[in-house]
């Protein structure tokens, strides 16, 4: 398996002839998607979706119904392109097994409505991997990678060192980092690396276009 971060909460990942890639938006580099198989969003926002990412790749786009509707709505050159998927669904994308989990965004605020979101669960030969979009719904099974948000404006530091311990994995590599100076971030990977090594888990935040 080959995992490249390339900004914020874009990742790619490779295993042996096939690679998806997940949540390339706006803070992302365009490059995430070069090469891509198939390109897999967890929610409507910016950050995470953007149409000019999805117009550089001739890829399959899977992702959730809302996503479906803005792609529809703004950018349906590429709507013949995407497939809807449903909490719980599975399927297979080359030599990777992917399954949909959870249904929900993380509050915001409770005066705001809630987002749709999917995380997904991919299974690499016997390493599994698993990327929560923006909430801290966890895949319920063990997992060996977990893409751990570390800064959020619906999440405190606390939430998610105690999300990235009830889902266990062996290793955390940080996601969603963009929203924190590099002051903050600093401040985060300190608490993340000292909490979760307490539980002998490992913590790691890669710069962008680098490879676990």
């Known amino acids: 398996m080959r995992l490249t971060k390339f900004g914020h909460a874009a990742v790619r990942i490779t295993h042996e002839d096939t690679t998806v890639v997940l949540d390339p938006g706006a803070w ?76 929900l965004h993380a509050v915001i605020h409770p005066e705001m409505p809630r987002f749709n979101n999917s995380g997904y669960l991919f299974t690499l030969g016997d390493t599994t991997v698993f990327h929560p ?5 966890g895949p319920g099974v063990p997992v060996d990678v977990l893409l751990a948000p570390v800064s959020a404006p619906w999440m405190r530091a606390s939430e998610g060192i105690d999300f990235a311990r009830s889902v266990g994995a062996a290793r955390n590599v940080a996601i969603h980092d963009a929203v924190y100076s590099p002051e903050g971030l600093g401040f985060a990977d300190g608490l993340f690396g000292r909490l979760l090594g307490a539980r002998d888990l490992d913590y790691v935040r890669l710069a962008s276009g680098s490879d676990l």
């Open 28 to 103: 992302s580099e365009r490059e995430a998607v070069e090469g891509a198989d198939a390109v897999l969003i967890t929610h409507e926002h910016a950050d995470h979706y953007h149409p000019d990412h999805l117009r550089a790749t001739d890829a399959p786009i899977y992702t959730i119904g809302a996503v479906a509707a803005q792609i529809r709505e703004s950018a349906p050159d590429i709507a013949e392109r995407v497939t809807v998927v449903s909490p719980e669904e599975t399927w297979q994308l080359g030599s990777i097994g992917v399954k949909a989990i959870g249904e």
């Open 133 to 137: 979009g923006d909430a801290l719904t």
